[in-house]
Structure formats: structure tokens, C-alpha cells
């Protein structure tokens, strides 16, 4: 978005607050005041956190919408709305007014409640607006662990439990799609745990044999040394060392990542969602928001509208086929 753009939004929000007695009204009578796209947002759009604050969605959100109440010419509220594995907070969002001014963040679970009974959401439900991170999960071990390589684990006969940060999260499914492709997802058993951080320090106190979760939550403890990575489910990230292999390097044809992204309900106007696609994508693009991303390791990865739609509706199918594979389907 031009600088002009930005100040002409910035004047239209000034004049709305003005009329509106300095109140923002509610998200029905915004949809109407806006006249039309030429004036959105008139108002502060709603950004909807399904999980708690700390963790990468919340801490990549908020630091997204620093950066976009200047690109978007708006004030950005941000709301953690949790529980049910994130269904709460896409359900809050998918039961707002259809007019912009409330967005979702989204994770890859979005595609996979439904098959798991937990929610009804389909991506016939939502727009896409854009996809802005993309991490790979790495399968580690203790630096004490006696495999060496996720070959040792294959080639064992041991059960093999891992630390998840929870069951039907994607750290979990990209370790159960790994073992399936393996061919030893009959010794693997999921321990689930609150979290990624909490899934680490099990694997850290051997509670389990190996942990599953993204390579930036895994950094630190690889940097340390007090964890080793034995394959990472996606391309290669700069941070970990260059002998751990992809899973296709090993001849394993599985390749699950987690991403990040926004949404808002089906039925917003599409200029409303081309704009939001454009003043989101110039605060990604900002060294502010770039520089958080390569500090805290998480990969950037840009879809736009369309290309984030049929992304999600591919990994809807494919999260269905894998979720009846290992017996947690519904329907």
C-alpha cells in the first residue's frame, strides 16, 4: 500500500470515529458505514488468535499487526480465543459478520478438525487472506539417546515413544505420516503434552525416546547440544546442522510443516479481501517484521489469497486420508 493510501485510510478512520462519537460501533453497522470498498477499513479490524499468547501464532500475529495498522491504515485488536485445538478461535472468526474487519489466524489445523470430529469447519467456510510462515518439524532425540540417526530408529525393534504437543496437533500427525511412510507405526506411540516446550523438556528428562515439534521451537536445545536432530520433515533450515537429512533424502515420502497464515469468513467482498492480501503482505515484507522472523527462526512463506485457498483445500483431502489412516477419523 502507497503512502498516500495509507493517509487517505488513516483520514477515513480519523472522520469515522468522529461521527461515530469516537466509538468504533459494532461490526454490522461498520460493514454499512464503510459506503463501499473505497473506504475500508473505516474502522479496527478484529484479529483472532486461536491459541494462548506466547506461543509462534500469537507472537508472529501480533508482530504482523504492529507492522499493518500503518500498511493497513487501521488499528489491529488482537484476540486470544483458545481451546478444542484451536476450533474455539477459527469458530469466533468464522461466526463474524462477512465484511473484513475480522480476520483469523491460521494454522494448519484448520484443515483437520473436521475429519477428527472435533468441529465442522470446512474450507468452503473461509477466504484466505495470505500464508506468511512455513516450519518444518524435526524429529530429535537427548544428545545422551543411543540412536545415533532416525535409520537407528527404524532399524530397531524397540517402541519408541514421542513427546507431541498435543494429540491431533500437527506435530503430531507429521510424526504418525513419517512412521506410517517408515513402515514403524506399529512401535510408535504419541505422548502428548501442553505444547511444544513442554513436549521438549519430557524428551529432555527421558520421558520419552524422541521428541516431535517445529525446528524453531527445537533451536535453542539443538544449539546447546542438548538435543539431537535426526531428520527434519520439509526443506532444510539454516540453523541445523548440514548432515541431518530431509525424510526424502532417507526415502521417506512424507513431508508435513506447520504454517501460519490469515483468514476471514467466506462471503467478504473480494476487493476487501485483495486489499487485506496487500496491506498484510507489505508488513511481512517490512525489515521489522522480517527481523523477528529470522531471530526466532521461523521461515517465511508467501501465498497470496488464491494460492493460500487451494493450499488449504489440498491439505484438507490429505490430512483426511491420513487421519482415517491411523484410526482417528470420524467419518
Do not use: K, W
Request: proline letters at 5%; glycine letters at 12%.
Amino acid at each position: 500500500m502507497t503512502t498516500t493510501r495509507r493517509r487517505c485510510a488513516a483520514a477515513a478512520l480519523a472522520a469515522a470515529f468522529v461521527l461515530a462519537g469516537c466509538s468504533g460501533g459494532d461490526d454490522g453497522e461498520g460493514a454499512e458505514a464503510d459506503g463501499g470498498s473505497g473506504s475500508f477499513p473505516s474502522q479496527p479490524i478484529n484479529l483472532i488468535v486461536p491459541y494462548a499468547a506466547g506461543g509462534s501464532a500469537d507472537s508472529t500475529a501480533r508482530q504482523l499487526a504492529a507492522v499493518a495498522q500503518d500498511t493497513c491504515g487501521a488499528p489491529i485488536i488482537i484476540r486470544n480465543a483458545t481451546g478444542g485445538s484451536g476450533a474455539v478461535g477459527f469458530q469466533a472468526t468464522l461466526s463474524s459478520p462477512a465484511d473484513g474487519y475480522t480476520v483469523g489466524s491460521a494454522s494448519i489445523e484448520l484443515t483437520m478438525l473436521d475429519h477428527m470430529g472435533i468441529s465442522e469447519i470446512h474450507p468452503d467456510d473461509y477466504e484466505g487472506i495470505l500464508q506468511y510462515s512455513e516450519q518444518p518439524i524435526v524429529f530429535g532425540v537427548p544428545a545422551d539417546s543411543p540412536y545415533q540417526s532416525l535409520q537407528d530408529v527404524i532399524d530397531s525393534d524397540d517402541r519408541v515413544t514421542v513427546a507431541t504437543s498435543g494429540t491431533g496437533g500437527i506435530y503430531h500427525l507429521g510424526y504418525e505420516s513419517m512412521a506410517l511412510a517408515a513402515g514403524i507405526d506399529d512401535r510408535t506411540v504419541n505422548v502428548p503434552f501442553d505444547g511444544a516446550a513442554s513436549a521438549l523438556q519430557a524428551a529432555l528428562g527421558d520421558q520419552t525416546a524422541m521428541v516431535s515439534v517445529g525446528a524453531a521451537e527445537m533451536r535453542p536445545h539443538i544449539e546447546s547440544g542438548a538435543i539431537r536432530p535426526l531428520a527434519i520433515a520439509g526443506d532444510p533450515v539454516d540453523y541445523l546442522p548440514e548432515d541431518v537429512p530431509t525424510l526424502h533424502e532417507l526415502g521417506i515420502d512424507s513431508e508435513t510443516t506447520a504454517i501460519l497464515g490469515l483468514y476471514a469468513p467466506a462471503g467478504v467482498p473480494q476487493d476487501r479481501i485483495e486489499l487485506l492480501n496487500e496491506c498484510f503482505n507489505e508488513a511481512r515484507e517490512s525489515d521489522q517484521f522480517s527481523d523477528y522472523m529470522e531471530t526466532t527462526g521461523l521461515n517465511q512463506r508467501y501465498r497470496d489469497a488464491q494460492e493460500f485457498d487451494q493450499f488449504m483445500g489440498e491439505e484438507y483431502d490429505r490430512f483426511g486420508e491420513l487421519i482415517d489412516e491411523i484410526g482417528m477419523g470420524v467419518h
